[in-house]
């Protein structure tokens, strides 16, 4: 089984926690091929880059999966 079709089935499972430290420890990888697998998940459109309100008032990044909706306590904020 590829990483690519490992990183599918992990989502399924845990869809809210995607990131590179993630990808690293579930699939035993290091940083850079962590990387590029979140690349190539990103360009294949399986998350999709968003931004959030911090409790602070700025925005952070996160990725999330197409048609998630987020949970009453996150606040998506379009990209731009």
Not at 12 to 21: G, I, L, R, T
Not at 32 to 54: F, I, K, M, P, S
Request: proline content about 5%; glycine content about 8%.
């Amino acid at each position: 089984m590829t990483h690519m079709e490992q990183l599918k089935q992990l989502l399924h499972k845990e869809p809210d926690a995607f990131c590179v430290s993630w990808i690293q420890r579930r699939l035993r990888l290091g940083y850079t091929n962590a990387c590029a697998l979140r690349d190539e998940a990103l360009n294949a459109g399986l998350v999709t880059r968003v931004y959030r309100a911090t409790a602070d008032g700025g925005k952070e990044f996160a990725y999330v999966q197409p048609g998630l909706e987020p949970g009453a306590e996150q606040v998506w904020i379009p990209e731009g």
